[in-house]
């Protein structure tokens, strides 16, 4: 293989053959050394001669036509004057064994420093220099301009290149706009989002390009669709950036301004997704009604985020009428723990498990000693394993990745809400009176912003060099999530979500007797309460003492367990007219409680008539003990007894049977003055009358009757 001869693959290029390149020859021990041409920024690649000798044999990469270069004649002035600069000293190298030299990494870093020390320019200046001579073969010519790229005698011109400011290097973003085509457009875009609300350049851009930069087409299904454009027919950060600059209406130094220095990075030392999440709290600033009365308003929404802060990734949480507490962020780390698509149904979404796929239990938690130091915390550390981290009161820069979600989150779309608004002061608007989205508007609000956040670029400074490596092009924060959980180990891990609710909910203390299980007057039952035995041993031994955690949110079932190592067992509530009620747990405690301050209220109330009646209860007696006057005779047999025992019954008969023809009499006599009431009064006394003997005569006929059975 001679020197200088272009190499190219065929069909797909092998993975350490670094594309189109130049065969400059073997370097002191014997190995190719190759010069890519395609990538003006990469330098020589030194490949084994024998893997290049059984590539080119087996036809995996052959001999290609190099470029035509430019003549010295064909030179501007500019570019003479710029080749006359360097042709001295790039020449000495040459002449005084510089291609062997070039070949070698020592050597040629010495060259390049010699060089740009002589030149005064930079060392990068110099590298591209010398690089262009070795792409050249080692020849003169690399200092000519590139003919194939730059244009010439009948060469078209590059598309983009017209573009005014500096070019984008290969594999960067080209756009085929050039500024003053769309200046009127990215002016008004800098006055709207940069000038007015505030907003960053990358931000502004999203904006800009979301407004004006879209197409819109018909769906199947006839709905009307935003579509994106390709990359070249998009306005750039820079830009934008430079008619914020110009622009008179931003202030120079707000953009030139240079960020205080940071004593370290909250993604230090942190080895990849999963390994560290950022939990709290914070005002949504949002007025919500009740589901059941829209316009009776319930207070202010609060939300609970929790952050993966590798990647800065929302990875679950909760919006609701709440205070800051474990209680609120049990429910935020529920969401967190488990499936996004499942949560997402609970809302009426659809979404897709490669979306969101954040269902992973952390190793390491960070937060606010409002939800890490408590009895109720201690199980994300005893039975799932967490290492809980609590913040310094008063230092939100220690979770300085939530807060910064924070702030985006209530200075984006969330302003664009009704009912969005601060405590109105004197004179200003009650955000309550426009209040017209409930509890489960604000979460499905809560889902779509943490989304949306998820699928914005990923940090610059959170990309790792091994993704640019493999080809990603476009990545977002789940995208780097996604990759961080497949090509890296931090320790998180996936529960069952069972494990995962009963282990976050709140530990007490219960009692079992002979009846059930008791939880502060509430009464649960289980089959394994009577199957395992732990009723007769309560009925036997007395209360047996036992652990419980329970929801605050749904307390018709409750987990207990008889010793630490055992598995949590469900019991549900023994009253069945209660378990019709779908309350809370407190609401069960309060119900019990007003049943027993009512139960005590009565009997105090009836104090007073309880003895009244046993005082006449004793007089009754004490009156037949007066009415008797002797008395009971012993000598009277059994006879007198039976005897006296059948006119008792009869006369008991009797008093029973007139009561019942009374009541019957009575209700004919109704009948019939009703009767008497619906027509004319003439005759009224003299029916009356007659009336009163008829029924005389038909109560004397049943009575008869009546006793002659």
């Given at each position: 293989?001679?020197?200088?001869?272009?190499?190219?693959?065929?069909?797909?290029?092998?993975?350490?053959?670094?594309?189109?390149?130049?065969?400059?020859?073997?370097?002191s021990?014997?190995?190719a050394v190759?010069?890519?041409?395609?990538?003006?920024?990469?330098?020589p690649?030194?490949?084994?001669?024998?893997?290049?000798?059984?590539?080119?044999?087996?036809?995996?990469?052959?001999?290609?036509?190099?470029?035509?270069f430019?003549?010295?004649?064909?030179?501007?002035?500019?570019?003479?004057?710029?080749?006359d600069?360097?042709?001295?000293?790039?020449?000495?190298?040459?002449?005084?064994?510089?291609?062997?030299?070039?070949?070698?990494p020592?050597?040629?870093?010495?060259?390049?420093?010699?060089?740009?020390?002589v030149m005064?320019?930079h060392?990068n200046?110099?590298?591209?220099?010398?690089?262009?001579?070795?792409?050249?073969?080692?020849?003169?010519?690399?200092?000519?301009?590139?003919?194939?790229?730059?244009?010439?005698?009948?060469?078209?011109?590059?598309?983009?290149?017209?573009?005014?400011?500096?070019?984008?290097?290969?594999?960067?973003?080209?756009?085929?706009?050039?500024?003053?085509?769309?200046?009127?457009?990215?002016?008004q875009?800098?006055?709207?989002?940069?000038?007015?609300?505030?907003?960053?350049?990358?931000?502004?851009?999203?904006?800009?390009?979301a407004?004006?930069f879209?197409?819109?087409?018909?769906?199947?299904?006839g709905?009307?669709?935003?579509?994106?454009?390709?990359?070249?027919?998009?306005?750039?950060?820079?830009?934008?950036?430079?008619?914020?600059?110009?622009?008179?209406?931003?202030?120079?130094?707000?953009?030139?301004?240079?960020?205080?220095?940071?004593?370290?990075?909250?993604?230090?030392?942190i080895?990849?997704?999963?390994?560290?999440?950022?939990?709290?709290a914070?005002?949504?600033?949002?007025?919500?009604?009740?589901?059941?009365?829209?316009?009776?308003?319930?207070?202010?929404?609060?939300?609970y985020?929790?952050?993966d802060?590798?990647?800065?990734?929302?990875?679950g949480?909760?919006?609701?009428?709440?205070?800051?507490?474990?209680?609120?962020?049990?429910?935020?780390?529920?969401?967190?723990?488990?499936?996004?698509?499942a949560l997402?149904?609970?809302?009426?979404?659809?979404?897709?498990?490669?979306?969101?796929?954040?269902?992973?239990?952390?190793?390491?938690?960070?937060?606010?000693?409002?939800?890490?130091?408590?009895?109720?915390?201690?199980?994300?550390?005893?039975?799932?394993?967490?290492?809980?981290?609590?913040?310094?009161?008063?230092?939100?820069?220690?979770?300085?990745?939530?807060?910064?979600?924070?702030?985006?989150?209530?200075?984006?779309?969330?302003?664009?809400l009704?009912?969005?608004g601060?405590?109105?002061?004197?004179?200003?608007?009650?955000?309550?009176?426009?209040?017209?989205?409930?509890?489960?508007?604000?979460?499905?609000?809560?889902?779509?912003?943490?989304?949306k956040?998820?699928?914005?670029?990923?940090?610059?400074?959170?990309?790792?060099?091994?993704?640019?490596?493999?080809?990603?092009?476009k990545?977002?924060?789940?995208v780097?999530?996604?990759?961080?959980?497949?090509?890296?180990?931090s320790?998180?891990?996936?529960e069952?979500?069972?494990?995962?609710?009963?282990?976050?909910?709140?530990?007490?203390d219960?009692?079992?007797r002979?009846?059930g299980?008791?939880v502060?007057?509430?009464?649960?039952?289980?089959?394994?309460l009577?199957?395992?035995?732990?009723?007769?041993?309560?009925?036997?031994?007395?209360?047996?003492?036992?652990?419980?955690?329970?929801?605050?949110?749904?307390?018709?079932?409750?987990?207990?367990?008889?010793?630490?190592?055992?598995?949590?067992?469900?019991?549900?509530?023994?009253?069945?007219?209660l378990?019709?009620?779908?309350?809370?747990?407190?609401?069960?405690?309060?119900?019990?409680?007003?049943?027993?301050?009512?139960?005590?209220?009565?009997?105090?109330?009836?104090?007073?008539?309880?003895?009244?009646?046993?005082?006449?209860?004793?007089?009754?007696?004490?009156?037949?003990?007066?009415?008797?006057?002797?008395?009971?005779?012993?000598g009277?047999?059994?006879?007198?007894?039976?005897?006296?025992?059948?006119?008792?019954?009869?006369?008991?008969r009797?008093?029973?049977?007139?009561?019942?023809?009374?009541?019957?009499?009575?209700?004919?006599?109704?009948?019939?003055q009703?009767?008497?009431?619906?027509?004319?009064?003439?005759?009224?006394?003299?029916?009356t009358?007659?009336?009163?003997?008829?029924?005389?005569?038909?109560?004397?006929?049943?009575?008869?009757?009546?006793?002659?059975?």
């Amino acid at each position: 293989m001679l020197d200088n001869t272009i190499l190219q693959a065929v069909g797909k290029s092998p993975e350490w053959f670094p594309g189109r390149s130049r065969f400059l020859g073997l370097d002191s021990v014997g190995r190719a050394v190759l010069m890519p041409l395609d990538n003006e920024q990469r330098g020589p690649k030194v490949v084994s001669i024998e893997v290049l000798r059984r590539a080119s044999a087996e036809g995996e990469i052959c001999e290609a036509g190099s470029e035509p270069f430019r003549l010295l004649s064909d030179l501007s002035e500019a570019a003479r004057k710029d080749y006359d600069s360097w042709r001295p000293h790039v020449e000495e190298i040459l002449l005084d064994g510089g291609h062997e030299k070039l070949l070698e990494p020592c050597e040629r870093a010495r060259i390049i420093k010699r060089l740009a020390r002589v030149m005064g320019c930079h060392e990068n200046t110099a590298r591209r220099a010398i690089y262009g001579v070795m792409r050249a073969g080692c020849h003169l010519r690399g200092l000519y301009p590139d003919f194939h790229k730059r244009g010439g005698p009948g060469q078209p011109q590059k598309k983009g290149t017209k573009r005014r400011g500096r070019k984008a290097l290969p594999g960067g973003i080209r756009s085929e706009l050039a500024l003053p085509e769309i200046r009127g457009v990215l002016e008004q875009g800098v006055a709207d989002h940069i000038v007015k609300n505030k907003e960053s350049v990358p931000r502004a851009l999203r904006e800009i390009i979301a407004e004006s930069f879209t197409d819109r087409k018909v769906a199947e299904n006839g709905a009307i669709v935003d579509v994106e454009r390709d990359e070249s027919r998009l306005p750039t950060k820079s830009q934008v950036r430079y008619v914020a600059k110009h622009h008179s209406g931003r202030r120079k130094q707000q953009l030139n301004s240079a960020p205080a220095p940071r004593p370290g990075k909250a993604k230090d030392n942190i080895p990849g997704p999963g390994y560290l999440y950022e939990i709290d709290a914070t005002g949504g600033r949002l007025e919500l009604v009740s589901d059941f009365d829209l316009q009776q308003p319930i207070g202010t929404a609060n939300a609970y985020g929790v952050l993966d802060v590798w990647s800065t990734a929302c990875v679950g949480g909760v919006m609701g009428v709440f205070n800051a507490g474990y209680v609120a962020a049990q429910r935020a780390l529920f969401n967190t723990f488990t499936s996004k698509r499942a949560l997402f149904a609970r809302y009426d979404y659809d979404l897709a498990d490669d979306i969101w796929p954040c269902h992973h239990v952390c190793r390491k938690l960070a937060g606010d000693r409002g939800e890490m130091a408590g009895d109720a915390a201690d199980a994300l550390a005893s039975e799932l394993g967490v290492i809980l981290l609590t913040a310094a009161a008063y230092r939100p820069q220690m979770k300085g990745t939530i807060e910064r979600w924070f702030h985006d989150l209530k200075s984006g779309d969330l302003r664009k809400l009704v009912g969005f608004g601060r405590r109105p002061e004197r004179g200003e608007l009650d955000p309550k009176l426009g209040a017209a989205m409930t509890r489960y508007d604000a979460m499905r609000v809560f889902l779509m912003l943490a989304l949306k956040y998820n699928l914005m670029p990923a940090p610059v400074e959170a990309i790792p060099p091994e993704m640019i490596a493999m080809g990603y092009e476009k990545i977002s924060r789940i995208v780097l999530w996604q990759w961080g959980m497949r090509n890296l180990i931090s320790g998180a891990r996936c529960e069952d979500p069972g494990l995962i609710y009963t282990s976050l909910l709140k530990k007490c203390d219960a009692t079992i007797r002979e009846d059930g299980l008791y939880v502060q007057r509430v009464r649960y039952m289980s089959p394994g309460l009577r199957s395992s035995g732990l009723l007769q041993r309560a009925a036997a031994s007395g209360p047996i003492p036992v652990q419980a955690t329970l929801d605050d949110y749904a307390g018709r079932t409750i987990w207990y367990r008889a010793s630490p190592d055992s598995a949590w067992l469900p019991a549900s509530l023994a009253d069945e007219r209660l378990a019709v009620y779908d309350a809370t747990f407190q609401e069960y405690v309060d119900y019990y409680r007003k049943r027993a301050n009512v139960h005590e209220r009565t009997a105090i109330n009836s104090a007073v008539v309880d003895s009244s009646l046993g005082k006449a209860v004793v007089a009754v007696s004490d009156g037949a003990v007066a009415r008797q006057g002797a008395p009971v005779s012993r000598g009277k047999g059994k006879g007198n007894v039976r005897s006296a025992r059948s006119v008792n019954a009869e006369a008991e008969r009797r008093e029973h049977g007139q009561a019942v023809l009374d009541s019957y009499m009575h209700d004919k006599v109704s009948s019939g003055q009703a009767k008497v009431e619906k027509t004319a009064a003439v005759d009224g006394a003299e029916e009356t009358g007659s009336r009163q003997a008829d029924t005389t005569h038909q109560r004397q006929l049943a009575l008869n009757s009546f006793l002659s059975f």
